[in-house]
């Protein structure tokens, strides 16, 4: 079975702080991605990545950046956190284009 | 601009009852359907579709995809409270073949 582990469950920081949320994948997947998920607006792609070293923006790459410096680790990172950031963030691999993905539990960020 | 749009956006059923939910869509460089649960976590995959007009079925759950209507329906027959779930359906499109999700179905059974 396909594990996606996303490092915290729940995670409370304050505007203005660097955060970074870690995503980790055991099948050697080639693609991973970070989405958000909001009421009312579903699950928006963030960011994503096809190999190491690689990233493309997604829908809504602003106040975001990723980093993707071995196969199976994929960060998210916001800058400088603001309360429109607070929501639940799940990250998602797939072992090529056109598979499914497999997510994670994910991150429920409250930023204060 | 991609558009999927799922329909109803909630439902409520007792046990036992069949459910059909939709997702229709319009996207560019439309390559396959895919539909997922999610209860209080991570979506969990439940289909994959290419081919239009072949049902693919899993237990009391089925679907299929009907590329001229650009549409695709998730049936659940004889629905279980565990079945309480969001169903989430996404169309790979693009160049870069990414998942545009719709905003999900809240379906719940009650007992």
């Known amino acids: 079975d396909v594990k996606v582990t996303q490092s915290s469950r729940y995670l409370v920081k304050r505007t203005g702080e660097k955060v970074f949320l870690e995503c980790v994948q055991d099948m050697d997947h080639e693609n991973m991605f970070w989405y958000r998920q909001d009421p009312g607006l579903g699950l928006r792609l963030i960011y994503f990545?096809?190999?190491?070293?690689?990233?493309e923006k997604g829908d809504i790459p602003e106040g975001y950046s990723v980093s993707r410096e071995k196969k199976e680790r994929f960060s998210l990172i916001l800058e400088s956190a603001s309360t429109n950031q607070t929501s639940m963030y799940l990250c998602a691999s797939s072992y090529d284009t056109n598979q499914p993905q497999h997510f994670g539990d994910g991150t429920r960020l409250s930023i204060l | 601009e991609d558009k999927v749009v799922q329909s109803p956006l909630s439902l409520v059923v007792h046990e036992g009852d069949t459910v059909t939910l939709n997702c229709s869509y319009e996207?560019?460089?439309?390559?396959?359907l895919l539909w997922y649960k999610q209860e209080k976590k991570a979506p969990t995959f439940l289909f994959m579709l290419?081919?239009?007009?072949i049902e693919k079925k899993s237990g009391r759950l089925s679907s299929i995809l009907d590329k001229k209507e650009l549409s695709s329906i998730l049936n659940i027959t004889a629905t279980q409270t565990g079945d309480s779930a969001i169903y989430l359906c996404?169309?790979?499109?693009?160049?870069?073949?990414?998942?545009?999700f719709g905003k999900g179905i809240t379906l719940s059974v009650r007992p």
């Open positions: 290419t081919s239009s007009g």
């Open positions: 996207v560019t460089n439309f390559r396959s």
């Open positions: 996404a169309p790979y499109t693009g160049a870069n073949s990414k998942l545009t």
């Open positions: 990545s096809y190999d190491v070293k690689m990233k």
